[in-house]
C-alpha cells in the first residue's frame, strides 16, 4: 500500500472511534431513538477486512453496522442523519440504527434479527453466480448467530451450490450479556462451518494488517471459484452490547484486559515504528475525524425529518 492508503485506514477507524463517542452521548441526550449497538471496540475488523474487497463485492451485517457503512464509502454525515432519523440520512431516516444500507455502494445493510441476513447473503452470492459476476459476498455476524438456525441453513447451502460467499465471524466473546461458552457448544466457532466442509481459519481482530492480509487471499480464492470459507475475527466490544447495558455479566478487569490491545493503538504503532507516518500526521488525522464528526452532527441536527406523507413510500414495488 502507498503511504496515503495507510492513512486512509487509520481515518476510517478513528472516524469511526467518533462516531460512535458522538452516537453514545446524542442517545443520552435523547436525540436517537430505539437500540444502538456500538462498534468501540472492533474498528479493526470491518476496516482491514472491506479495504480487500473491490467495489463490486457485496457487504451485508447485523445492527453493529454504523462503521460499517463509514468503511463501505457512505459519509459521515449520512450516517449520522441516519441516527438522528433524518430525511439526508443513508436510509432516509427510515432505518436508524440498526438498519444503514446503501446499494449504490454495494452495502446491503443492516439487520437486526440475528442471523436472519446470512440466508439473505447465500441469495446475493447465487445471484452472482448465476449472472456470472466475479463478485463475492461479505457475510459479517456475531458468535452468537452462530447458534441460529439461519447460520446453519446459509452455510450448509453455501457450501452446496458453492457459493462465492466469504463468512467472517466476529467472535466478540459475547452475545448480549451471555458469554460464548455459555451459549454455544464449541467455543472454536470455526468447528461449526468445518462440519459444513468449508475451509476456516482465524484471526485476531485487534489487528489491521492481519485481518487486511488475511481478507485479501481469501477473497482472491473464493473470487477464483474455490466456494465458501469462513473466517473467525477474535476481537471485542469495549462497549455494553446496546446502550443502556447494566454490564454485570463481565468484570472490569476484563475489559481493561482488552483494552490494552485497543485496535486504533494497535495500528498507531505499527505506523510511527515502521516509519509509515509520523505522531503528527497521525495526530492531525485523528483531528480531521473529530471535525468531520462534529460537523456530521450539525448536518444531522439541521437536517429536516421525513415527510409524514412519505411514510408508504418505498415499501412497494410501484408496478
Ligand atoms: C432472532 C433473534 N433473537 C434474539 C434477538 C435479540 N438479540 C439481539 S442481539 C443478540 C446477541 C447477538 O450476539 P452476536 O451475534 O454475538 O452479536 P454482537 O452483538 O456480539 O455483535 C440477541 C440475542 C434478535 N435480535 N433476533
Ligand atoms: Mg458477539
Known sequence: MKKQEYLELFSQMVQIRRLEESAAELYQQGLIGGFLHLYIGQEAVSTGLISARQPQDRVITAYRDHGVAINCGISANQVMAELLGKKTGCSRGRGGSMHMADVSKNYWGG?????????????????????????????????????????????????????????????????????????????DMRQKAGGYGIPTSRVDGMNIMEVRQASLDIIEKIRSGSGPYFLEVETYRFRGHSMGDPERYRKAEEIHHWEESDPIGIYHRYLVSNGIATEEELCKA??????????????????????????????????
Open 286 to 319: 485523528e483531528d480531521d475525524a473529530a471535525e468531520v464528526i462534529n460537523k456530521s452532527v450539525e448536518f444531522a441536527q439541521a437536517s429536516p425529518e421525513p415527510a409524514p406523507e412519505e411514510l408508504f413510500d418505498n415499501i412497494y414495488v410501484e408496478p
Open 111 to 187: 439487520h437486526a434479527i440475528v442471523g436472519a441476513h446470512l440466508p439473505l447473503a447465500s441469495g446475493l452470492a447465487l445471484g452472482d453466480l448465476y449472472r456470472g459476476n466475479k463478485a463475492v459476498t461479505i457475510a459479517m455476524f456475531g458468535d452468537g448467530a452462530t447458534n441460529i438456525g439461519f447460520f446453519h441453513e446459509a452455510l450448509n447451502l453455501s457450501k452446496v451450490w458453492n457459493l462465492p460467499v466469504f463468512w467472517v465471524c466476529e467472535n466478540n466473546q459475547y452475545g448480549m450479556g451471555t458469554a460464548v461458552a455459555r451459549a454455544s457448544a464449541v467455543s
